[in-house]
Each structure stands twice: as structure tokens, then as C-alpha cells.
């Protein structure tokens, strides 16, 4: 069981390498080595968002229908092997953008589905694993971009992109080995079941809710998209600045969802998801007022703290919402984010190929105070329960 335990943590963590070394570099890539304009790019990943909304909800009904998990995991990985070997090969925008479209779309529905597995695998204690398993992915995002610009700075793309050619490979390689128990066809029904939110009272908060974390994830997620050029090109500091940020929020984000559970049982969900929209309306504001690199790395623990608080309470606080509809919550949670990530890549593309990087990235304060204000609306009684000393609906720890 624990050489199993490793597969799982190996497989997520080349998972999160591969994603972010890729995620950083593609609108640097698209516009440095193709030439392509920040609103064509914008309009790219935004519709690469939705389209992976659209995959992996097919999928997910598909894959409690009985299909093997494991598979799915393979074949995920083997889109993403051939994928990265069209970005190696092909250097015209719209054949990759298709490529971005169908096969990159396909990548994405590995990690839920690895998690899913992981939850099958170990039905006893498996809250704690799934714990060890983000925080693998936060891990991956601590080494790969600082290996993504690096590479792409000593030896360039097309050796970059063969490198996560090799990681989905080894991913691939793994999901073999993994374990595939057997489904028994129970979950379709209940999705079936989740279809609807279960009191008309709930409804507004949750839609509240969906929009708080679509509009934090539409900033974090421009940020990631623009943050790379608009320091090299306006800020002109090194190419090998971006990862290093990057890798640095990340590093001060596992020991902050290390200690999510302590934080849950004295300041409730939605206290935290405030705090958290504060924290990233402030952490942008720093930054448009920073240009200096020793002034830039220490504010990464405020941009840490919003994203680690976002990413560990999100979840229960739509289940919270939702007691009796859990799949449903969780499917709106997935949803919420991925959708508010799209939407960033296509409006943050727009605003910056009009009015610059530097505007669009001030947008991201005021993304961050509607999100405040959504969390906000989404409290019980229209009131905001900061600290949770005595929880007794057991949803102060984390899974």
C-alpha cells in the first residue's frame, strides 16, 4: 500500500511540474516567439478554458458510468506527449490553437480524475492523502517556473517543451501501474440526483458564492497569464525574475495549507475567502507600486496567503452551502474557478493589447474587491462569521 501511496504522489507531482512550467510560458511563447497579439492570445485561453469546462464535465459523467479511471489518466497523458510535440514541431498560432483546443483540453481532466482514484484507492483516511497531494502539486509549483524560464532562457523552447513531453510520458508510465478498482455505477445517479441546488433560500448565496471565486481566480489567473510579460517587457527586469516569484509564492503556500486545518476551526470558510479577496486586492495594489526585485520577493507571502486561503476553503464553503448536495457543490466549485480562469485570459488579453500590461493588471484590485463583496453576500443571514471557535458541522478540516 505505501509503494501505491507513492505512485499517487509521484503521478500528481510530475502532473503539477508539467502544468506549471506550461501554464506560465504560453503567452510568453505565443507572443515573444510567434508574434501573436495579447488579445489573440487572451481570446486562446479563454476559449482553451471553457473548453476544458466542457471535457471534463462529458468525462466526469462518463467516467462513473464505469469507464477505468486509471485509463482515463493515460490517455490524458498521452494528449498531453503529443500536444508538447506540437509545440516542438509547429510554429504557426491558429494549427496550435487548435491543438490547445482538443488535446490540451484532454490534459486537464487527469489530475480530477487522479484524485478520484487516489479517493476510490483509499477509502479509509483518504482526507489526509488527498492533503499530501495538493500539497505535491504546491510543491511542482514551487520547481517549474524557475525550471520553465530557466530552460527556456539556456536552451529555449523546443528543449523545454521536450522536457514536458518526457514528464507526461513518465506520467503515462505511472497511470499504468496505478490500481483501478472497480465502480459500481452508484455516482451517476447521485449527479443525477445533485442536479439542482436543494433550497430555492440557498440559491442566491451560492450564486454569490460562484461568482466570488470566479472573479479571485479571474485575477490570480491573469496575473499568472501577464505577470511574466509585464516584467520583462515594462518593468525590464530579468527573464529569470518570473519563476522566481512564481516559485516563491508557492513555496510560501505549503506551509500555509499545512496548517489549514488549525485556521478552519477558528476562522470560518467565508471569513477566510474575505480574507483572501483582501489579501489579493492588496497584494496587487503592492505590486503595481513595486518595481524593485528585493521589494517585489517579500509581498510573494501576501500573494501566498491569498491563494492558499482561497484554495483550502473554497471547497468547503460551497459544501458548507450545500449540506445536502455535495457533488453538486463540488462540480459548481470546479466550474467556478475554471470559468473565472478563462475569463481572465480573455478579458486580461483584451484590456492589455489596448491600454497595456500595466492597467491590466490593475484590474485584478478590483476583481478582488467584487469577489470580497460576493463572499460577503454569501454568508448565513447576510452577515459575515469570522471566527468559528466551537464548529460542530465537522467542516473545519480540510480534505
Excluded at 179 to 207: M, Q, Y
Aim: with cysteine.
Amino acid at each position: 500500500m505505501k509503494s501505491i501511496r507513492t505512485l499517487f504522489l509521484a503521478a500528481i507531482f510530475f502532473m503539477g511540474v508539467g502544468s506549471a512550467i506550461f501554464s506560465p510560458l504560453q503567452s510568453y511563447f505565443f507572443i515573444r516567439e510567434l508574434g501573436a497579439s495579447p488579445a489573440l492570445v487572451g481570446s486562446y485561453l479563454g476559449m482553451t478554458g471553457f473548453a476544458a469546462i466542457l471535457i471534463s464535465h462529458c468525462i466526469a459523467v462518463y467516467s462513473d458510468r464505469g469507464v477505468s479511471r486509471r485509463w482515463l489518466i493515460v490517455f490524458s497523458a498521452l494528449c498531453g506527449v503529443a500536444a508538447f510535440a506540437g509545440f516542438i514541431l509547429i510554429r504557426d498560432f491558429y494549427m496550435l490553437a487548435v491543438i490547445g483546443l482538443t488535446l490540451m483540453s484532454c490534459v486537464a481532466i487527469g489530475a480530477p480524475q487522479l484524485f478520484a482514484l487516489a479517493s476510490e484507492t483509499f477509502k479509509e483516511g483518504h482526507e489526509a492523502f488527498m492533503g499530501l497531494m495538493r500539497a505535491m502539486v504546491s510543491v511542482a509549483w514551487v520547481v517549474g517556473p524557475p525550471m520553465a524560464f530557466s530552460l527556456v532562457g539556456l536552451f529555449g523552447f523546443p528543449v523545454t517543451f521536450g522536457i514536458l513531453v518526457a514528464t507526461s510520458a513518465t506520467v503515462a508510465l505511472i497511470a499504468l501501474n496505478l490500481p483501478d478498482p472497480v465502480c459500481h455505477g452508484e455516482s451517476s445517479s447521485k449527479l443525477e440526483g445533485n442536479a439542482k441546488p436543494d433550497r430555492s433560500g440557498s440559491r442566491f448565496k451560492l450564486l454569490c458564492a460562484v461568482a466570488g471565486m470566479g472573479l479571485l481566480y479571474s485575477a490570480i489567473n491573469n496575473y499568472t497569464i501577464l505577470m511574466p510579460l509585464y516584467i520583462v517587457q515594462t518593468v525590464r527586469l530579468g527573464e529569470w525574475t518570473p519563476g522566481v516569484l512564481f516559485g516563491l509564492t508557492a513555496a510560501f503556500e505549503i506551509p500555509l495549507m499545512l496548517m489549514a486545518g488549525r485556521i478552519s476551526k477558528r476562522v470560518s470558510h467565508q471569513g477566510q475567502l474575505v480574507l483572501a479577496a483582501f489579501l489579493g486586492g492588496l497584494y496587487y495594489t503592492l505590486f503595481m507600486m513595486l518595481e524593485s526585485v528585493y521589494a517585489l520577493l517579500p509581498i510573494q507571502a501576501i500573494g501566498a496567503a491569498s491563494v492558499a486561503l482561497s484554495a483550502t476553503a473554497g471547497l468547503q464553503f460551497f459544501q458548507h452551502l450545500m449540506r445536502e448536495r455535495l457533488g453538486y457543490a463540488s462540480t459548481l466549485y470546479t466550474n467556478a474557478i475554471v470559468g473565472g480562469m478563462a475569463l481572465g485570459a480573455f478579458a486580461g488579453g483584451m484590456v492589455a493589447s489596448v491600454w497595456g500590461y500595466r492597467l491590466a493588471l490593475a484590474a485584478n484590485v478590483m476583481l478582488c474587491v467584487a469577489a470580497l463583496g460576493c463572499f460577503y453576500l454569501a454568508a448565513e443571514k447576510n452577515r459575515l462569521p469570522i471566527l468559528s471557535l466551537h464548529r460542530r458541522d465537522g467542516l473545519g478540516s480540510t480534505h
